[in-house]
C-alpha cells in the first residue's frame, strides 16, 4: 500500500473556497496520474478530476467543470484540488488516488478502477 494523506477540508458556506491536498509517499509519484474522487451520504464514489503525470492535460466531471483545479507538485509528492464557488451539493467526502502505472503521460484516468491507492479521505461540508 502507498500511503497517500489528505488535508484541507472542512466546512465552509456556499460560494466559499477550500483547498485539499493529498501528500504521496513513494519515490515515483511523478510517473502516475492522480485524481480526486468524491462520495457522498447514500451516493457511489464519483469522479471529480484528475492530472496527468506530465502535468501536460487535466479532466473534469462536469459538475464542477470551472470551479475546481486539479495541480501537482512533482517535487513535493503532492497534488491539489483547488475548490471554488462551492455548493451545498459539493459536500462529500473527498479521495485522491494513484492510478494503476498504465497511464502514458498524458492520460487523466476518470473512473475508480483506474486507481488502485486511495487515501482515507477528507470531509467537505458546503453549507447554504
Known amino acids: 500500500q502507498v500511503p497517500l494523506v489528505e488535508s484541507g477540508g472542512g466546512l465552509v458556506q456556499a460560494g466559499g473556497s477550500l483547498r485539499l491536498s493529498c501528500v504521496v509517499s513513494g519515490r515515483t509519484f511523478s510517473r502516475y496520474a492522480m485524481g480526486w474522487f468524491r462520495q457522498a451520504p447514500g451516493k457511489e464514489r464519483e469522479f471529480v478530476a484528475a492530472?496527468?503525470?506530465?502535468?501536460?492535460?487535466?479532466y473534469y466531471a462536469d459538475s464542477v467543470k470551472g470551479r475546481f483545479t486539479i495541480s501537482r507538485d512533482n517535487a513535493k509528492n503532492t497534488v491539489y484540488l483547488e475548490m471554488s464557488s462551492l455548493k451545498p451539493e459539493d459536500t462529500a467526502v473527498y479521495y485522491c488516488?494513484?492510478?494503476?502505472?498504465?497511464?502514458?503521460?498524458?492520460?487523466?484516468?476518470?473512473?475508480?478502477?483506474?486507481?488502485?491507492?486511495w487515501g482515507q479521505g477528507t470531509q467537505v461540508t458546503v453549507s447554504s
Open positions: 488516488a494513484r492510478d494503476r502505472g498504465f497511464s502514458t503521460g498524458y492520460e487523466t484516468p476518470h473512473t475508480p478502477y483506474d486507481y488502485s491507492a
Open positions: 492530472i496527468a503525470w506530465t502535468n501536460a492535460n487535466t
